[in-house]
Structures are given as C-alpha cells and as structure tokens.
C-alpha cells in the first residue's frame, strides 16, 4: 500500500554534513505526515524531525535543532533530513516513517517505516 524507501546514509567525519532522502510509493502517499526517528546501539529509539503534508510546520528534537533540517517534496512524494554539523553522537540508524491524521513526535503514532539507513560519524 505505502512503501518508504530510504537513502543517503554512510560516513562522514565530525562536522560534515549527509542528507537523507525518503520517497515514499502508493496510495496517497502525498497527504501523510512524514518523520525521522533514529535508534543508536544501546540506546532507545528517539524522535529526530517531523514534517506535516503541507510543510508548514515542522517539529525537531532538541539535540538536533539548528544543525537538522526535514523538509520535503510532495510532487516527487519524498521527504529529506539535511544533517549538518554532524556529531559522533549523530551515530545510528535512521528510520523515515510515514502517519494518517498529521504529525507526531512518537513513533508509536505512525503507521508506514522504512527499512533504515545507517549513519555513522567519525570523531
């Protein structure tokens, strides 16, 4: 029904920058708010960004603000996260997941997740 299919993760040095793309594919897929949430080894998946279907409001954790920037393009159906400044803390798995009914900061809110990407930033 609504596939996410996420690219851009990699390497980069402290500093750097990475930008992730998620597009996503199928039904209405352009009238679903969009998020990014990532999960480092030993840690609990965590809130990253969210986007509603018209982009105007945008929602971003508080480790990230200033550095992160989720936006996206409903014409081409995918959503981005430009990562800059990056941190060795950045280190993790990005997820892009899609929801129905607008935003939200919890994951247990969406309903569509892409497979990953991992992202890890050297010291």
């Known amino acids: 029904q609504v596939q996410l299919i996420e690219s851009g993760g990699g390497l980069v040095e402290a500093g750097g920058s990475l930008r992730l793309s998620c597009a996503a594919s199928?039904?209405?897929?352009?009238?679903?708010?969009m998020g990014w949430f990532r999960q480092a080894p030993g840690k609990e998946r965590e809130f990253v960004a969210a986007i509603t279907r018209s982009a105007i409001n945008t929602d971003y954790a508080d480790s990230v603000k200033g550095r992160f920037t989720i936006s996206r393009d409903n014409a081409k159906n995918t959503v981005y996260l430009q990562m800059n400044s990056l941190k060795p803390e950045d280190t993790a798995v990005y997820y892009c997941?899609?929801?129905?009914?607008?935003?939200?900061?919890?994951?247990?809110?969406?309903?569509?997740w892409g497979q990953g990407t991992q992202v890890t930033v050297s010291a």
């Open positions: 997941a899609a929801k129905y009914l607008g935003s939200s900061t919890s994951q247990y809110d969406y309903d569509y």
């Open positions: 199928g039904r209405t897929s352009s009238n679903l708010g």
